[in-house]
């Protein structure tokens, strides 16, 4: 149980394009999803805080009007890197915690690759 | 910055022996998790230890923590050439549930 995906697993884009992620959970609902941006070889950083039905929170530094996050359902999170520029190529991971589950416990996607060329 | 720091950043040992993963942090937390990824996939949650806690077993895998000195270790014993991975703690602290990573250690286990 408590499975989260992604979609797609891997993208490549043209600078200036904007990219849609899409991070689900497939067996439970999912009060609040979590992204997180990786570079190769390096740590997580998280980039903002999706709760269902509200605005996200954004972490210092990550500009939200570029990196839009949409939490319309209880089991779905998108986040849009608009007009991406190649400085954006990285590993997107999203996770979610279980509504009504110990809120400490995040269940992570397998992450989506994004290049731009 | 980041909250958490890992050493050894890279380990190689050899199938059948020991691998040892050292955190530390700066702030108090609530609890303290430690998550395995392989390369290029996403993260698998291995344990929580909860910062009342000083010790936790999960199979081959053994989590200290101290919260005076503000470090935890992970223990893997008897290594096997599938825990070749990356390995990150993530630190929780007040109510909030997000988690702050640490720089990680790549771990490689050689048959």
């Known amino acids: 149980g408590a499975v989260v995906s992604q979609h797609p697993s891997r993208v490549i884009c043209k600078s200036g394009t904007s990219v849609k992620i899409e991070c689900r959970s497939l067996d439970f609902q999912a009060t609040t999803m979590f992204w997180y941006r990786q570079f190769p070889k390096q740590s997580l950083m998280l980039m903002a805080t999706s709760n269902e039905g509200s605005k996200a929170t954004y972490e210092q530094g990550v500009e939200k009007d570029k990196f839009l996050i949409n939490h319309a359902s209880l089991t779905l999170s998108t986040l849009t890197v608009t007009s991406a520029h190649p400085e954006d190529s990285s590993f997107y991971i999203c996770?979610?915690?279980?509504?009504?589950?110990?809120?400490?416990?995040?269940?992570f996607g397998p992450g989506t690759r994004l290049l731009v060329l | 910055s980041q909250q958490g720091e890992e050493d050894p950043q890279a380990l190689s040992i050899q199938e059948g022996e020991n691998a040892t993963m050292n955190c530390s942090y700066k702030t108090s937390i609530n609890n303290l998790q430690w998550y395995r990824q392989n390369s290029g996939r996403g993260l698998v949650h291995l344990i929580l230890i909860r910062s009342n806690e000083r010790e936790k077993h999960s199979g081959r895998l053994r989590v200290t923590l101290d919260t005076s000195k503000k470090s935890s270790s992970l223990l893997i014993t008897a290594s096997r050439a599938a825990d070749t991975a990356s390995y990150f703690c993530?630190?929780?602290?007040?109510?909030?549930?997000?988690?702050?990573f640490g720089t990680g250690t790549r771990l490689q286990v050689t048959l």
């Open positions: 996770s979610a915690s279980l509504a009504g589950g110990p809120q400490e416990t995040q269940y």
């Open positions: 993530a630190t929780s602290t007040g109510t909030a549930s997000k988690l702050t």
